[in-house]
């Protein structure tokens, strides 16, 4: 029995004269995917705005069709997605069939909005099937459908075209084997996460930045970075991935972009920049650089709604993009060095094209040529990594490696497939693993000194990772005072004594007479090109040191000395110098991988 419309619908059609009857209502209605019990397809014809339907996380089409339990003529279609997560489907296309079996396609609409009304001609039909195209692999959510027979029914407008890739943009290039920038990021094995920033604070793993910038309130006295830094080398590490926007959009860098940051908490010193400190510290303790930021931006999107900017779903998609990559291009345009990779989370609440991710590699890569770039689940296939089969397809591109914390690969040196596909293109991509030293991603009082991770577990992720050649990433999280905690930094060390890797005062058995010789090696543009390290030995003793053959990793070296030889006293320095040839054509590199004319420095501390 058809039943009367909603009073929410009734009073959104538009152009409507009174009341007009849903033929939708207590139809039969089946899913090719359900979220679970509570989510069911039955929720779209039930006239009930308090329930919804919800399909599985799957990226892609999706279905429900409707039994209207014989044939109605009706020529509108109303689909009502719900409002909090609106912006997940692309395109909405409705068929129709007398029997269930011979279809026919009768209308499709680009959603500009919530709320998508589709007209056309006058159709018969029993079964009613509509389809939503390019969805975001969270999934989507529909409150309901109307039926309508309505001559006044007026189509909402379609929202403005998805701007055009440019032809000259830089672009991931396919390949089934690693290409030089990805080798140099597996040689680096371990690296440090570090979640810090609003949600430290409020003491929860996500906000949805709704409290003030003022509620970022670190202790100037205690806070630092540099320390964190310190604790990763120590600890075996060799590049970090610092957290600089998570999904709450809170900002830790000196950002001129937005309000929702360390600028504006209304106290001056809070304005410390946490990027920047970071940076140099790696710079000081000699190793890599890495920044994860949020492309899920709570507060701006609770800022920026579709009513209070006037726009449509893709004009506001594409506004929160120019945002995204000012604040993208503070951070990748050399003012914080070289950033060795760029790990972006939250994408899945939009599909892929809504985030232009071809843009912003494009820019990642002109700014940082060997900066790799991933955006976290990039394959979704409904599997974990240790199910990949190898060839499964990409979902958010480009992407220079996988991430799908806190997930592990099968066990195994040649257990991990690395090529993937988009669009008929085999694309190689290693693999990133990303697990917690403790209980949470950011600081939180369930953390304690039991709850960390044993040296066994440390060093069987990292055996796992480095044989298959991929990384592993462990995160620490700094308290309030702007600290680690005692317990994770030993905890940490303990796995880099297991492992052999040990650096500092990380190392055991450091004898009083022991001194210290300490090599860098160094770009020609002062950005680090392999991990510092130490020698170590007793006064008086003789050493020699020969610089490391990098051209695996695309550097040459251009000293005029690759031995160097001395003995043990005051604390010396030794630098080794090379270029960044990876970007360079072969036929303008040198064939002598050792050559060059700077010359190896020795420095003597006094």
């Known amino acids: 029995m058809m039943g009367a419309v909603p009073a929410e619908v009734s009073g959104a059609l538009s152009k409507t004269d009174g009341q007009k009857w849903n033929m939708a209502l207590g139809a039969e209605v089946s899913s090719g995917a359900c979220y679970g019990a509570g989510y069911e397809p039955g929720h779209v014809a039930d006239g009930d705005f308090g329930t919804r339907w919800a399909s599985a996380g799957l990226s892609g089409t999706v279905w429900l069709t409707l039994d209207l339990k014989g044939e109605r003529t009706f020529n509108c279609i109303d689909v009502y997605e719900t409002e909090g997560y609106k912006g997940r489907i692309e395109e909405i296309v409705v068929s129709v069939s007398r029997d269930g079996i011979d279809w026919k396609r009768w209308q499709h609409r680009r959603p500009g909005d919530a709320r998508t009304v589709l007209t056309g001609n006058n159709v018969t039909a029993r079964y009613v099937q509509v389809s939503f195209l390019e969805c975001s692999p969270e999934g989507i959510n529909v409150d309901e459908i109307g039926i309508y027979d309505d001559p006044q029914a007026v189509a909402t407008p379609e929202p403005a075209a998805w701007r055009k890739d440019a032809p000259g943009w830089i672009r991931q290039q396919p390949s089934r084997g690693a290409n030089v920038y990805q080798r140099r990021k597996a040689h680096l094995r371990y690296g440090m996460f570090i979640h810090y920033g609003m949600n430290t604070f409020l003491g929860q793993e996500w906000t949805d930045g709704s409290s003030p910038a003022s509620a970022y309130h670190p202790d100037l006295s205690t806070l630092n970075p540099e320390a964190w830094v310190k604790a990763a080398y120590e600890g075996g590490m060799n590049f970090i991935v610092l957290v600089t926007k998570h999904h709450d959009g809170f900002a830790l860098w000196n950002t001129e972009i937005g309000t929702y940051n360390i600028n504006h908490t209304g106290r001056k010193g809070d304005r410390r920049d946490i990027v920047k400190e970071v940076a140099d510290a790696c710079r000081k303790y000699g190793i890599k650089l890495g920044l994860y930021y949020s492309a899920w931006d709570r507060n701006w999107d609770a800022n920026h709604t579709q009513a209070s900017m006037g726009l449509d779903r893709v004009q506001l998609a594409q506004e929160y993009n120019d945002f995204a990559l000012a604040q993208i291009t ?152 702007g600290l680690l905690k005692d317990y994770d930094v030993e905890a940490l060390y303990e796995g880099a004594r297991a492992l052999g890797i040990a650096r500092g005062d990380a190392r055991l058995n450091r004898g009083k007479e022991e001194r210290a010789v300490r090599i860098d090696y160094v770009t020609t543009k002062g950005y680090v090109a392999y991990p510092t390290h130490y020698l170590y030995g007793k006064k008086g003793e003789s050493f020699t040191i020969k610089a490391e053959d990098l051209s695996q990793d695309g550097y040459r070296f251009v000293g005029q000395r690759e031995v160097v030889s001395g003995r043990f006293g005051k604390a010396k320095r030794i630098e080794f110098v090379y270029e960044d040839v990876a970007g360079i054509p072969a036929s303008d590199k040198s064939h002598s991988t050792l050559s060059g004319a700077h010359s190896c420095s020795m420095n003597e501390e006094k």
């Not at 345009?333 to 790990?343: A, C, L």
């Not at 979704?380 to 480009?398: A, K, L, M, N, S």
């Not at 440390?458 to 990384?471: D, L, P, R, S």
């Open 330 to 481: 503070e951070l990748m345009d050399g003012r914080y060095g070289e950033i060795s990779e760029f790990w972006i989370d939250g994408a899945w609440v939009k599909s892929n094209g809504a985030w232009e991710f071809a843009r912003m590699y494009d820019t990642v890569k002109r700014l940082q040529p060997s900066c790799q770039m991933a955006v976290n689940t990039c394959i979704r296939c409904g599997r974990t990594p240790d199910q990949y089969q190898g060839g499964e397809e990409i979902y958010y591109f480009p992407s220079d490696f996988r991430l799908h914390d806190p997930m592990f690969t099968r066990r195994g040196a040649d257990a991990d497939p690395k090529v993937y596909r988009r669009e008929g293109q085999d694309y190689y991509l290693p693999f990133e693993a990303t697990v917690c030293m403790n209980n949470s991603w950011f600081w939180s009082e369930k953390n304690n000194a039991e709850s960390v991770m044993s040296a066994d577990k440390i060093k069987a992720a990292y055996e796992h990772m480095v044989e298959q050649g991929n990384t592993l990433v462990v995160n620490l999280a700094p308290g309030k005072d």
